[in-house]
């Protein structure tokens, strides 16, 4: 695991409990024969940017993004 920091979201944090059960699910469901490789993959990557998502809003109510801005401020 590296110590940089994470970017913002879609990205929770590495060691976001609900990330683990994502990827843990991808794992079984291919193991299993439910998915293939690529369905799984596809899955746990919609679901990990949601859970980014969710963190961003709890950590940064109101913010477009994990960086402070508030929602429909214009970048750059």
């Not at 690529?38 to 899955?43: F, R």
């Not at 801005?69 to 750059?76: A, D, E, H, S, Y």
Request: net charge negative; hydrophobic share 35%; glycine share 12%.
């Amino acid at each position: 695991m590296s110590d940089s920091p994470m970017p913002s979201p879609p990205f929770p944090a590495p060691d976001n409990a609900v990330l683990g059960t994502i990827v843990n699910s991808a794992i079984a469901s291919v193991r299993n024969g439910e998915a293939s490789v690529q369905e799984a993959i596809l899955h746990a990557a919609v679901q990990g940017w949601y859970e980014g998502h969710v963190q961003g809003e709890d950590e940064c109510p109101g913010c477009d993004f994990r960086g402070g801005l508030p929602k429909n401020t214009k970048r750059g």
